[in-house]
């Protein structure tokens, strides 16, 4: 059974930092391009931002909100994925969730963690 | 960026009725030379993470029921829950996967009249 468990999510205050975790088991991790997706309270759907299997490159992706304020990383000898965030914004209070999301010619890939809230807040 | 628009906002359906929730792409998302199209739907139940219905336009998830079908191509799209069941309450999202960023619609509630 495929677990996804984001943690590292809290109150942080405008400008502030903080780094997330998502602890993977039960995929083999380091084959799998690795997403996060936001959602605001009460709002919908937001990609954050993807990174690659370091067989494929290891290459990372972002929305233009994040970018360069947002890390995306991975740590394949722990199956686990990392989300930097700093200079975080009011804007940037959602809840986080980590996925696998993505689609192949024959299958899609939709395991997704609990999610993790972060509040930016002064 | 694709801007995925839907319509409607949310929708009371009877038990055992028919619901249809519609997407609209900004641009088109046909991604391959057989006709498949970049568009994927996801359901979210209160309190939970979204789920993958339906990916490729009309691709059904292995275990998604088969009252739940997708249509469409190009820049339009549907979702129908063809009879729809009290465990179907949820928000329905379409997502374009055709280039990043990838872009959600602004979710359909459906709720039971």
């Known amino acids: 059974e495929v677990q996804l468990v984001e943690s590292g999510g809290g109150l942080v205050k405008p400008g502030g930092s903080l780094r997330l975790s998502c602890a993977a088991s039960g995929i083999t991790f380091s084959y799998m391009w690795m997403t996060w997706v936001r959602q605001a309270p009460g709002k919908g759907l937001e990609w954050v931002g993807r990174i690659k299997s370091k067989i494929d490159g290891g290459t990372t992706d972002y929305a233009a909100p994040v970018k360069g304020r947002f890390t995306i990383s991975r740590d394949d000898s722990k199956n686990t994925l990392y989300l930097q965030m700093s200079s975080l914004k009011t804007e940037d209070t959602a809840v986080y969730y980590c996925s696998t999301l993505g689609y192949s010619v024959t299958r899609s890939y939709d395991d997704w963690g609990q999610g993790t809230l972060v509040t930016v807040s002064s | 960026d694709v801007v995925m628009t839907q319509s409607p906002d949310s929708l009371a359906v009877s038990l055992g009725e028919r619901a249809t929730i519609n997407c609209k792409s900004s641009q088109s998302v046909s991604c391959s030379s057989d006709n498949k199209n970049c568009l994927a739907w996801l359901q979210q139940k209160p309190g939970q993470p979204p789920k993958v219905l339906i990916y490729?336009?009309?691709t059904r998830e292995s275990g998604v029921p088969d009252r739940f079908s997708g249509s469409g191509s190009g820049t339009d799209f549907t979702l129908t829950i063809s009879s729809l069941q009290t465990e179907d309450v949820a928000v329905y999202y379409c997502q374009q996967y055709y280039n990043l960023p990838w872009t959600f619609g602004q979710g359909t509630k459906v709720e039971i009249k």
């Open positions: 490729w336009a009309s």
